[in-house]
C-alpha cells in the first residue's frame, strides 16, 4: 500500500477530543510524504493528505462549535465506537493511521488494529504522539504508546525522554521520532499593538480547585483595572457544557458572572492563533499556548503565583526565564527566555527541534521514515510492550474499557459490533453524552461541595 506519486496519501485520524483532533489532523498534514503541497491557513507550508476523520464517541468528544474553532477539514468526519473504528479499518484502505488519542485508547487500538490486520502482508503506517507538554505520567503513557510504528516526539528534549524509557524498560526506542507541534505558526512579534494587549490563556483543570481559580481570576480582573489603557482577555476553551481533553468543573465563565468586570476585560473563544495576533503579552499557568507564543517571539509568562508544581505542570517550563508572578506582571515586568531551553522545545521561530534549519524542515524526518515504511513490501505486525503475558493485571482492563478482549476482538454485547448505528441510537447517544456533561458540571460539583459541609 505505498503511498503513489499521483495521488495523495489516504489518512485515517481516530481522535478523542477537540484539541487531539486538532493535533492529529494538523499531524496528518504535516507528515504525509509526497509532491502536493498546499498553503495552510496560518501561511505556512503543508501536504494536502486525503483526510478521513474519526471521533472517538466518549465524555470529551468534540461538539460542532469545537470542530468549527479548530478549523481543520477533512474529507470526511463520523462518530465512532472503538469496535465501529476498527471495522471501518478492516473494511477501508489506508496508508497512515494516526491515533490522536489519551494514552490506554492508544494501546487499546494497537491491539485492536493488530487482530484486524493480521496476516496481512501490508498495513498501514500506525503514528501517534503527544498534543504538547509532556509534564505527568510519562512511563505510564509512553508505554500505553508503545507498539506504533513511530512515536512522535515534540522536541530534542522529549524525544531524549521517550528514548530513555522505552530503553529504561528494555523495549525498543527505534519507534521515537523527533517532530514539532503541528500547529505552531503566524507571525513573528514585532511590537506593541494599540491598545496593549494582556491574554490568559485558561486551561480546564489547572487549577484545579474552586480557591485557585477564582484567585486567578480575580488577579487577572485587578490586573485590568490597575492598566486601564491595557486590554486584558480571558481566553477560554470552551463553553459551559462542552468538554475539553480534561473536564473542566468550574469554568471561568461561571466564576466571572458574579463579579463586576472593568470595561477592558473581556472573555473570548476562538482560534488561538488569532488571539496571538494581537497579543502583547501571553500569560498562564502551563498551557501549550505559551509555546505557541514562544514560538512567535510574544512575551510569555508561566504564573509562579500557585507554586512551581508537578501537578501544575509549571516545572516543565523550569530554565525557561519565563516564570513569573501577578506582582511581578502589574508592575511592567516582560521576561526574556532562555534562547538554549526555548530551542530544546523545538519552538524557536525559525529553528528546528534540533537547531538550525526552517520549522517546517523538522517534519522531513518523519516523512522520510513513513515514506520508507510504505514502499517496504511487507509490515512487521504491531508489537505493543504491554501483552496479555507481560501486564496481565493492567493491559485486559484497558481493553476492556473500550469493549475489547485481551485478543483485541470486541467482547460479547459491544456497542455496534455487529452493525452502523441507527438514527434511534444515534440520538439516544446524543441524549446520554449531554447527561453525563451535565452530570459532571452540575450535579457532581454541587454533591462534593455538599460532602465538605
Not at 453525563?436 to 460532602?451: D, N, S, T, W
Request: hydrophobic share 35%; glycine share 10%; aromatic share 6%.
Amino acid at each position: 500500500m505505498p503511498a503513489s506519486t499521483s495521488k495523495p496519501p489516504r489518512i485515517a485520524v481516530l481522535a478523542d477530543s477537540d484539541t487531539r483532533w486538532k493535533w492529529g489532523a494538523l499531524t496528518a498534514g504535516r507528515i504525509a510524504p509526497g509532491p502536493s503541497m498546499e498553503t495552510g491557513p496560518r501561511g505556512d507550508t503543508q501536504v494536502a493528505p486525503a483526510l478521513s476523520g474519526f471521533l472517538l464517541r466518549g465524555r470529551a468528544t468534540p461538539t460542532a462549535r469545537q470542530l468549527a474553532e479548530v478549523g481543520v477539514q477533512a474529507d470526511s468526519l463520523r462518530e465512532v465506537t472503538a469496535v465501529e473504528f476498527l471495522r471501518a479499518m478492516d473494511q477501508e484502505e489506508y496508508d497512515i493511521v494516526v491515533l490522536a488519542l489519551v494514552g490506554g485508547g492508544v494501546q487499546a487500538m494497537l491491539h485492536g488494529l493488530g487482530r484486524v490486520w493480521e496476516g496481512r502482508p501490508k498495513r498501514p503506517v500506525v503514528v501517534t504522539g503527544y498534543v504538547g507538554v509532556v509534564y505527568e505520567k510519562l512511563a505510564d503513557g509512553l508505554l500505553l504508546r508503545h507498539g506504533a510504528d513511530l512515536v512522535l516526539a515534540n522536541s530534542r528534549q522529549d524525544a531524549d525522554r521517550f528514548r530513555g524509557v522505552y530503553d529504561g524498560v528494555g523495549a525498543d526506542s527505534s519507534s521515537v521520532t523527533e517532530v514539532a507541534l503541528p500547529f505552531l505558526g503566524g507571525a513573528a512579534y514585532t511590537g506593541e499593538h494599540e491598545p496593549y494587549t494582556v491574554v490568559f490563556a485558561a486551561q480546564p483543570s489547572v487549577p484545579e480547585s474552586r480557591k485557585d481559580r477564582t484567585y486567578l481570576l480575580d488577579r487577572l480582573i485587578q490586573h485590568a483595572r490597575k492598566h486601564p489603557e491595557r486590554e486584558v482577555l480571558l481566553k477560554l476553551r470552551s463553553k459551559p457544557g462542552e468538554h475539553t481533553t480534561h473536564i473542566e468543573e468550574l469554568p471561568y465563565q461561571k466564576l466571572a458572572q458574579k463579579t463586576d468586570l472593568p470595561a477592558n476585560f473581556r472573555l473570548v473563544y476562538g482560534h488561538m492563533g488569532e488571539v496571538l495576533d494581537r497579543t502583547d503579552l501571553m500569560v498562564t499557568v502551563s498551557s501549550t499556548a505559551a509555546l505557541e507564543a514562544l514560538h512567535r517571539r510574544i512575551p510569555t509568562v508561566i504564573l509562579t503565583d500557585l507554586g512551581v508544581r508537578e501537578m501544575l505542570g509549571n516545572h516543565h517550563f523550569v530554565g525557561s526565564g519565563c516564570l513569573a508572578s501577578w506582582d511581578q506582571l502589574d508592575e511592567g515586568h516582560r521576561p526574556t527566555p532562555d534562547e538554549e531551553w526555548v530551542s530544546r522545545q523545538g519552538v524557536a521561530a525559525g529553528g528546528t527541534p534540533s537547531g538550525g534549519g526552517s520549522y517546517e524542515s523538522a517534519f522531513i524526518p518523519a516523512r522520510e521514515r513513513i515514506s520508507k515504511l510504505l514502499a517496504s513490501s511487507e509490515l512487521p505486525p504491531l508489537t505493543p510492550y504491554y501483552t496479555p503475558a507481560t501486564a496481565p493485571g493492567y493491559l485486559p482492563g484497558i481493553l476492556a474499557r473500550h469493549h475489547l478482549g485481551p485478543d483485541g476482538s470486541p467482547l460479547p454485547g459491544a456497542p455496534a459490533a455487529d452493525k452502523e448505528p441507527g438514527p434511534v441510537r444515534q440520538i439516544v447517544r446524543r441524549a446520554a453524552r449531554g447527561a453525563y456533561r451535565h452530570g459532571v458540571q452540575r450535579v457532581a460539583p454541587v454533591i462534593r461541595r455538599m460532602g465538605e459541609l
